[in-house]
C-alpha cells in the first residue's frame, strides 16, 4: 500500500510540474464560441468574423488597428465623383491568394474577385447567390442591395461602384467584414467539383493567416501566409482554442494554456489585474445592450406598457451587480464613444409608481405574464444575461408582471429571434464601422424590421424618414441633429430599454506585444508577437 | 452451453431492433416539423415542402417511414447532422475514441484501486479500515460527479495550478489523429511532451469519471470477498496451513472476482452517464458532449443516431459480459 | 453475547414489522441516515418559517457575501450571498422543496407505474411477460441520464419535464422486480388458498401478493429516490431541468459555476445540499435492506 502510495505520489509529481511550452510563435487563443461559417458574407456574428474576416482575408479599405480611421486596403486609392454617385478604386498588385492543401492559386487578386464578391450578395441570378442558404443578412441590413445600382470592372485593377443615392457611411461599410474579398479563382474550381459550399468551409483568402484546420466546439488552426503583401507575420501558427466557458477561458490564460483570451468575466476582472503576468487592456466599448419588446406580440403593440416597462428597470442595480460598476447607463441607442452621441434630454428614470400608473392606464392594472429571453452566452455589450433577466424579473415583479426567462443555444436563439417568436429580449449590438448609422438602420429601420434584425419588428415612418435622411446628408452638424431627432422619437415609443455600454477588456499574458484592443469589439492577430517564451 | 451462448446472442436482435423503435417513435415525439427544421434559415415554398416531404418519405405511412429507417440503419447510414452536414456515423467515429480513452483509463484506475480497496475491507472486517473503506466507497457512489469535477477543479487547478481544467491537449501541439487515442497519437508522432500533456489532461476527467464505477467495485469486491471467505474449501485450505497470503490472494479471490469482473463490464451504462456530466465540465471532445450539444442545438439526426449507437454499444458490451460470465463461471460452464 | 440473548429472546414476542424496526434500529448510521433525512424534510416544509430571507429576494449592496465565519460576512446571511445578492441560505432551504419533493413525487409515480406494470407481467406471463420485459431492457439499455435528456429534449425544458423524464427513466427497476417478486409469491401457497376462494387479477394482487413483496419495493424507493434526486440535479446543471431563477440545487450550482473562484461557497453549499441528501437516503437503503432481509449479513 506504501508503495503504491508513494508511485502515485511520484507520478503526480512528475504530471504536475509546468510543462515546458514548446514552438515559440504559436499563438493560442481562447475564443468564445464556434463560428456558423467561415464566409463573413453569412454570417452577423462576431464570432464568425473573428475567425474569419479578421484573420483570413482583407477588404477594400480596412481600419487601422486600434481605431475607427480608415486606411486603405485591397485598395490603393479611390476617387469620389461630384454627386457623390460613383466610388472608382485602384486596386492592389501582386496580392496572392493563400495557397493550402486544398487549393492552389493561379493567378493574384484583381477586380475579378472584388466582382464576384460583392456580386454573390447583391445578384440573385448569380449562381453564388443561393449557396449555403442564400441569406446575406449584413448586406441587406446594412441596405447594400438597395443602395448600390451597379459595380463595373474597368480592368483588372480599377473597379467603380455606382450608388442610387449619396450614402455618407459607404466608405466605413466597404471597410466592414461583410465586405471581406474572396477568390473568384478558388470559387469557380469549387462549383466545376459540384462542391461549391465548401468555399465557406475552407476558406481561401488573402489574408495575414491562411486557414488549415477546423473541428467544431474544440479549435481552428491558422498558420502565417508566407505570401501576405503586408510582410509575413512574425507568428508561425495561430490557434483558436474554443472555450465557451469564461471561467475555464480564465483558468486556461492563467496556465498559459492560451496567450490571449476572449470576453473575461467583469467578476474575474479585479484578480486579473492582480496578476503579475496578465494584462488586462480596457477601452469604453462601442455597445450598447439592450432589452426588445416585440411589437407585434400584445401587449408591447402598446406604446404606454413599452414606457411602464422603461420605468420600471433599475438599471443602476444592472450596472453594478451585472457589469460590476463598470461601464455606463444607456440613455441612447449609441454609445458615447461615436461622435454623433450627446447626453439625451429625455430619460427614463427608475420609478416603479409611474409604471404602474401606466401599466393601469393602458388596461394592465393586474399585470400579465411575459417571456424575456436571455442569451446562453456571453457577449461584449452583456457578461451575464441570463443573470440580467433574473433582476429584470425581480423589477417586473414589484409592478405585478411575471416574466419567465426563457433561453436557446446561441444560434437558434438569433434565427428563432429574427423570425419574430419571441415576446421580448435580451441583446445588444457592437458598432463596426463607428458611423452611428451602423446602430440606426441595422437595429431600427423598416428594412431591418423585414430581415428581422430589427428585433422589435418596430417600424416608424417619421423615425425610418430621419435616419435615411442623415444617412444621405453629408454635413457632420446636420447629421447630428437629424439623430437626436430620431433619438426622441425612440425615447417616446420605447420599442427599447435601453440597458447599458460596457466597458471593453482585453486581458492576455505579458508575453504577447502588438495586440491592439479593436474598438469594434474584434480582435486581430495580425502584427502581434510573442517574447520570452522561448524554452 | 454453445445453446446458451446462442440464445444470448440472439436476444442482441431484438434488443437492437427495440432501441432503433423506441429512439425513432421518440424523436417523432419531438416538436417541429422536421423539413422546416432542415431546411434552415429561411423555410421552403409550399411546393418544395410537398417535394422534400415525398423525398424524405413524410409521405408515407408511419411504419413504413420506419421500415425505410431501419433498412437505412442497417446499412450504415444514421442520417446526417443537420448543423455540420456530416454524417452522423462519421462525427461519432471520430469523437468515440476520446470517449473510449477517457473511459479505459477511469476503469482501469477504478479497478486498481477498488479491488484491494475491497479485499482489504473483507479480510478486515469490522475494522475501522473496513468502516473507512465502506463509507468512503459509500460517499463516491452518493456523489453529484457534476459537482465532484467543480471541486477537484477548484483544488487542482485554481488554487493549486497544477492540472490543467479543460481540453485533451495544450493546442500548440498539432498531433495527427491516427488512432484517436490521444496517448497513442502523441507516441507515434514521437512527441514525448506531447504524450506527457495528455497525460497531464486525462487526470482529472479519469478521476470524476471513475467515482462511481470505484466506489460500486468496491463494495462488490468486499461483498463477493466476505462471501468466499465462507466457503467451506477457504477453510480447508486454512487447516492445511496455508499462508494468509495465499489463501486469500490464490483460492478467495480467484472466485470472488467472477461476479466483480461481470460488474465491471456492466459499468458501460454508468461510464455513458457519466461521460457526459464529465466531458461537458472539463471540455472534453468525446460523444458524451457531442450528443449534449446535439440536444442544445435541437440537432435531431445526432441525437437520434447517437442514442441508438450509445445503447447498441451498451448492449452489445453487457451481452459480452454475460458470455464472458457463463465461460468463466464454473458452476454455469458445467451446464 | 448479551445482545444476541435479547435478541432472540424478543424475536418470540415481536411482529414481524416490529422486528423489522428492531433491526433497523440497532443499525446506528442508518438511524442517523433517517434523522437527517426527516430534518430535511422538516426544513423543506417549514422552510417559509426558518428561512430568513425570500429565496428570490435580491439584495444588491450586498453581493457575494461569503458564510459564517468570515471578516467579510454580513450580518443576517449565515451561509453568504450570491452574484444578485440572494440568500444563500435561504435558496438552499426552498432548494430543498424542489429536490425532496419532486424525489418523492417522482418515486411514487415510478413505483405506482411500475409496480402495476410488473404485476401485469408476472402474472399474465406468455407474450405479455415478453413484450414488457424486452421494452424494460431496452429502456435500460439507454444511459439513464441520457434517456431523460432526450426525454427532456422532446418535452422541453422545465422542472415538471424533468421530473417526469427521470420518473420514465427509473420505472423499469420497479417493473422487472416486481415481476420478478410475483413470479416467485405465486406458486405459495397463501397465494393459491387465495385463488382456490376465486381471487384473481387485481384483487388477488393488492390484498394479497403485495403485502408480501413490499420488503423490497421499499428498499428499491429509498434507492431510486436518491437517483432520482441526483438525476434531478444533474439536469438542472446541464439547464435542462428548473430554469433560472428556482433554487433547484443543480440548477444553483449551474449558474454558480463561473463564480467557482470568486465565491466558491455558491459552489460547494448547493452541492454539499444534494450529496447529503443522496448519502443519507442510500444509507438508509442499505439500512433497511439489511433490516429487511433475513439473509443479507454484512
Redesign the interface.
Known sequence: MLKAYSVAAILLFFLSGNLQLAAASTLVYCSEGSPETFNPQLSTSGTTFDASSRQLYNRLLEFKPGTTEIVPGLALSWEISANGLEYTFQLRQKVRFHSTEYFTPGRNFNADDVLYSFNRQRNTADPWYKVSGGVYKYFNDMEFNSLIRDVIKLDDYRIKFVLNKPDSPFLSNLAMDFASILSKEYADSLMQKGAPEKLDIRPIGTGPFMFIKYEKDAFIRYQAHPGYWRGREALDKLVFAITVDPSVRYARLRTGECQVMAYPLPTDIKSMKKNPAIKVAEQPGLNTAYWSFNLRKPPFDQVRVRQALNYAINRQAILDVIYQGTGKIADSVIPPSIWSWKAPDNVYVYNPDRAKKLLADAGYAEGFEIDIWAMPVQRPYNPNARKMAELIQQDLSKIGIRANIVTYEWGTYLKKSRDGEHQSILLGWTGDNGDPDNFFTPLLSCAAAETGNNRSFWCNKQFDDLISLARIEQDPVKRKKLYRRAEVIFKQQAPWVTIAHAVRYQPYLKSVQGLEIDPFGGIYFSGVNLKGAVE | MPQLLLRRLLLIIPGFLGITALTFFLIRLAPGDPILLLAGEHGVTAERYAELQHQFGFDKPLLIQFADYLWQVLNGNLGTSVVTQTPVLEEFGKLFPATLELAVIAIIFATIIAIPAGVLAAVKRNSFIDHSITVVSLVGYSMPIFWWALLLILLFSVNLGWMPVAGRLNFIYDIDPVTGFMLIDTLIAGDQDAFLDALHHLVLPAIVLATIPLAVITRMTRSSMLEVLKQDYIRTARAKGISEFSVIFKHALRNALIPVITVIGLQTSILMTGAILTETIFSWPGIGKWILEAVYRRDYPVVQGGVLLIAGLVILVNTVVDLLYVVINPVLRQQ | MMKEIRLSESLVTLTPRQEVWYKFRTNRSAMLALIVLLLLIAAAIFAPLIATHGP?E?F?DT??APPYPSAESKAGFLLGTD???RDMFSRLLYGARYSLFLGLAIVAFSLIGGVMTGAIAGMKRGLTETVIL??M???????????A??????L?ASLVNAALAVSIVLFPHFVRLTRAAVISEMGREYVLASQLDGSKGWRLFFPTILPNISAPLIVQSTLSF?NAI?DI??LG????GA???VPEW?SL?S?S??????A?WT??L??LA??VT??AS??LG?GLRDALDPKVD?
Open positions: 428570490y435580491q444588491t453581493l457575494l452574484d444578485l445578492g424486452r421494452l431492457d431496452i429502456m435500460l439499455a439507454i444511459p439513464a441520464i441520457l434517456l435528456i432526450v426525454i427532456v429534449a422532446i422541453g436518491s441526483l440535479a444533474a446543471f446541464l439547464g435542462l430554469q433560472p431563477p443543480g450550482l449558474s459555476r463561473e463564480l467557482i473562484e470568486v466558491p459552489v460547494t448547493p452541492g444534494i450529496l443522496v448519502l442510500n444509507i442499505d454484512a
